[in-house]
């Protein structure tokens, strides 16, 4: 039991090494961008958990690019992927700035304490390919709006405990545009 | 009300067992379609109705209740009837579809008119799949009706709540109604007793969203093209993602996938 939790430990600590500290902006890259090393364990947690959040969410609007019924629909899948992929390339990057694993072991659980599963596993990703076309638009449209949801719910972790001014300032950008997405996705959901 | 979090803290290095984290509400669950007074408040279709557009899945109460709010102070925007809730036409046959951010286990949905209940889908006590989507007959309901949808835990005392305004028998193919006129305050929404079939109200705002002016100062909510140009904060950027704006997808370091600076 201690070696198993251990382990983990050992692979951070061994992990990928520590970025150069400068900030950098220099405009090019999203993955250039460096956040302060001044953060606590709420930040680095919200990070591991949104980073494991944000492959799950490439694998889903991967599957609304190729399958959506609505254009406009798939025209919003690509530009969540677009900005998402690029989120994702940041925070890794983050972590490793601060030594700190993107890998989580266990799959992170909000709803842990009163028997819930999260909204979005790995059945639920499946489904999204095997769904019949007719009814693509409709399954991903319930799936990804549990899964922004819950993005805005894991960004109020940061926002109630972290201490890094670039990952707080990262929950409140996420806040802001799953909510935007929410809307545009509820409105689509019932046109 | 404290919600513990399952999280591998090794990965912090921590030794507590497990961390937790408190939280205002739990959040689990709407009906999105036909929308339910949460997700139109979500939506942003209905406005001001405070910290709901924020977390429509929160609506969650002890099980029994008949009220659009659950009986919950926080939520109680959802039960006032002076909100001139928009109805959904919809035809005798209704599909709800529901969003679930936990999959709790389920021992039914239950739906209700009137007090009364007209349908019953059982759970299981299992968890419920990845898309949950109800199909009822509303014949018997002809007209403008407020229909209480709610989702029954399993393993919890608790239940979710939903009040889905509809106008049965309107004809499915307008998406939505508002009335032209405000109901009064004190009383609920007068429910005629048969659609006017032919007379949708007023057609709301849902065009898509407008095209923007070459050159223009970037703004929420206009639909961009890839090419087209902005200018935000002086600057002049091209579109290289097309997509509709929201907050945040302003130009910027952090906006790169949508917006190349010039």
């Known amino acids: ?191 | 009300m404290r919600r513990r979090i399952s999280y591998p803290l090794v990965a912090l290095g921590m030794i507590a067992s497990s961390l937790a984290v408190p939280s205002p509400a739990q959040a689990h669950g709407y009906v999105s379609n036909p929308p339910s007074r949460q997700a139109l408040c979500a939506a942003g279709t209905v406005r001001d109705c405070g910290p709901i557009q924020f977390e429509p899945q929160s609506v969650e109460a002890p099980k029994g209740s008949q009220r659009c709010d659950g009986g919950v102070a926080q939520w109680s925007v959802l039960s006032d009837e002076s909100r001139n809730w928009p109805a959904r036409n919809v035809g005798n046959s209704v599909t709800f579809t529901w969003v679930m951010t936990a999959r709790h286990r389920t021992a039914d949905w239950q739906y209700f008119i009137d007090g009364t209940r007209i349908a019953t889908f059982d759970g299981g006590n299992a968890q419920p799949d990845a898309t949950v989507s109800h199909t009822i007959d509303l014949g018997r309901f002809p007209g403008r009706q407020r229909l209480l949808a709610v989702w029954n835990i399993g393993d919890t005392p608790m239940a979710f709540y939903n009040c889905v305004d509809l106008n049965v028998g309107g004809g499915g193919a307008v998406p939505t109604t508002r009335p032209t006129t405000a109901p009064p305050t004190t009383a609920p929404p007068v429910t005629p007793t048969t659609a006017p079939p032919a007379a949708p109200t007023t057609a709301p705002p849902v065009a898509g969203p407008p095209p923007p002016v070459a050159g223009d100062s970037w703004a929420a909510g206009v639909s961009y093209r890839t090419g087209d140009v902005v200018t935000y904060q002086g600057k002049r950027f091209q579109c290289r993602q097309g997509h509709t704006s929201i907050n945040s997808w302003e130009p910027s370091i952090f906006t790169l996938a949508l917006w190349l600076p010039l």
């Not at chain 1, 909204?119 to 019949?132: H, M």
């Open chain 1, 1 to 191: 039991m201690i070696v198993a939790l251990l382990a983990p430990l050992l692979l951070g600590a061994c992990g990928t090494p520590a970025a150069p500290e400068s900030p950098s902006t220099s405009g090019t890259a999203v993955a250039e961008i460096k956040a302060a090393q001044d953060y606590n364990d709420t930040d680095v947690m919200f990070l591991q958990m949104f980073v494991h959040h944000q492959r799950q969410g490439l694998q889903m609007t991967a599957a609304a690019v190729g399958r959506a019924q609505d254009p406009e629909l798939r025209t919003l899948a690509e530009a969540v992927r677009a900005t998402e992929q690029d989120e994702l390339k940041m925070i890794e990057g983050w972590l490793r700035g601060w030594g700190k694993p993107t890998e989580v072991d266990t799959a992170p659980n909000l709803h842990a304490d009163h028997g819930g599963l999260p909204g979005t596993g790995p059945a639920e990703i499946e489904s999204l390919t095997t769904v019949a076309d007719a009814e693509f638009d409709t399954a991903f449209l319930s799936l990804f709006l549990a899964h922004q949801h819950n993005a805005m719910e894991l960004a109020n972790l940061v926002k109630d405990g972290g201490r890094n001014a670039d990952t707080m300032a990262f929950g409140e950008r996420v806040r802001a545009s799953r909510q935007g997405e929410i809307q545009q996705m509820l409105r689509l959901m019932s046109k």
